[in-house]
């Protein structure tokens, strides 16, 4: 499944490339691997500054302020419950399941990663695997059962690669 992924990828000026990037990668592989997602995908990835994501934020949801990470997933699946045959949802001309784009604040990261007390590593692969989650249909829009769930897959995630707090 590792090597169907293609991940574009673009970061605001100030945002070292290669090494976020492979870290990303690593943490997308494993939350798909871990989702059971059995066709080659596409995703859409920018690390950005606060002012970009505001601006993102406002545009698409109307929210005039920062957040941590947008995802817009294009498809909507049922949490953990993925189509066993996801040929349907292919683009013909790539051959590639879109899963949809995310758009992660490297302020906030840095910010929030200072005030849980772990590493800026660590909370942009929470952030990532996050918005992964929420593009294969994973939601947290009150405190019950849903939050639970994905809170549940994000930390199990995490812990199959050394991701923990």
């Not at 995310?102 to 005030?115: L, R, W």
């Not at 249909?137 to 199959?160: F, L, S, T």
Request: with cysteine; net charge negative.
């Amino acid at each position: 499944m590792k090597n169907n992924i293609v991940i574009s990828f673009r970061t605001e000026k100030g945002v070292r490339r290669l090494p976020l990037w492979l870290h990303l990668k690593k943490c997308i592989e494993a939350a798909l691997e871990a989702e059971h997602v059995n066709a080659p995908c596409e995703i859409n990835v920018l690390v950005a500054d606060n002012p970009t994501i505001k601006a993102i934020n406002k545009a698409y949801r109307n929210i005039d302020r920062e957040t941590d990470v947008l995802s817009f997933p294009m498809f909507r699946f049922e949490p953990g419950k993925l189509p066993r045959d996801l040929s349907q949802y292919l683009d013909p001309e790539t051959g590639l399941l879109p899963l949809g784009d995310m758009a992660i604040s490297y302020e906030k990261a840095k910010a929030q990663a200072e005030e849980y007390g772990h590493s800026v590593k660590r909370e942009l692969g929470y952030l990532t695997i996050h918005s992964i989650l929420h593009l294969l249909g994973y939601d947290h829009v009150d405190e019950g059962p849903m939050k639970k769930q994905m809170r549940a897959r994000e930390e199990a995630i995490c812990q199959m690669i050394d991701l923990e707090r």
